[in-house]
């Protein structure tokens, strides 16, 4: 689908950037992107995909909002407590822009047939919040070839990367992270710094439209931010041999 007039004019600033033009607004118009994780990182990372013209969300996640998830959820307020988070966050992204297509999955990931899930993906965000999440999506993501932005944040840091499992050799999260049983660290034990989330799902947001745009110049590439130093360090992730799940 080309774009409308309207289209036009909404876009303009987007068309008027080398990396984009019309025919990658047109390109940003029909992809279909998955959220899975709809708190700090998700919030922030789906204003921005929505804004900047996605055809299509589709969200995932099983979660219902608590008080104490305002203080950095941001497309929820007061009002939205005890709803899910997946159907509130489709009736705010929908007054955004009004030819977005949004699909609220209120379950966990781990409840849906993600492989399959994936054959209409255009690219994923891992937007949870623990370990055993991030290593079945980096699983299905590299079973079906599929694009993976993933991002963390914890306390004052924060962590990036970005994947295109249809290129030959790519690592894939766990070669980052091989240890499934991992302690995990979370939010509700050792606290967040607000802001932190915007930062990195804005930064989520950005890697998913350069990839839609062809723009593959960050993948692979961890990158780590520190809110208190105001510090970005980039690392660059080779793929491990013997990694369990991409390894030959
Ligand atoms: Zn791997």
Avoid at 62 to 83: A, G, M, V
Avoid at 232 to 247: M, N, T, V
């Amino acid at each position: 689908m080309s774009l409308t007039d309207r289209e036009y004019m909404r876009f303009s600033r987007h068309i008027m950037l080398d990396e984009c033009g019309e025919s990658g607004q047109s390109t940003i118009k029909n992809a279909h992107v998955l959220i899975v994780g709809m708190g700090g990182l998700g919030c922030a990372a789906a204003q921005y995909l929505a804004a900047a013209g996605v055809g299509t969300l589709t969200l995932v996640d099983h979660d219902q909002i608590e008080l104490s998830n305002l203080q950095r959820q941001i497309l929820y307020t007061e009002k939205d407590i005890h709803s899910a988070k997946v159907e509130v966050a489709k009736i705010k992204l929908m007054a955004m822009n009004s030819h977005l297509n949004v699909k609220a999955v209120h379950q966990s990931v781990f409840n849906i047939n993600l492989n399959m899930m994936l054959n209409n993906i255009d690219v994923v965000l891992d937007c949870t919040d623990n370990i055993s999440a991030r290593h079945f999506i980096n699983q299905a993501c590299v079973n079906t070839q599929t694009k993976l932005v993933s991002a963390s944040a914890i306390q004052g840091q924060g962590q990036l990367i970005s994947f295109d499992f249809s290129q030959h050799r790519s690592p894939c999260y766990q070669c980052l992270v091989p240890d499934k049983t991992q302690v995990e660290s979370s939010c509700s034990s050792l606290g967040v710094f607000s802001p932190l989330l915007g930062v990195m799902g804005s930064l989520q947001a950005a890697e998913v439209v350069k990839l839609l745009l062809n723009q593959h110049q960050t993948l692979n590439q961890l990158l780590c931010f520190d809110s208190w130093k105001m510090e970005f360090k980039s690392i660059s992730l080779k793929a491990d041999l013997d990694c369990e799940c991409c390894g030959e």
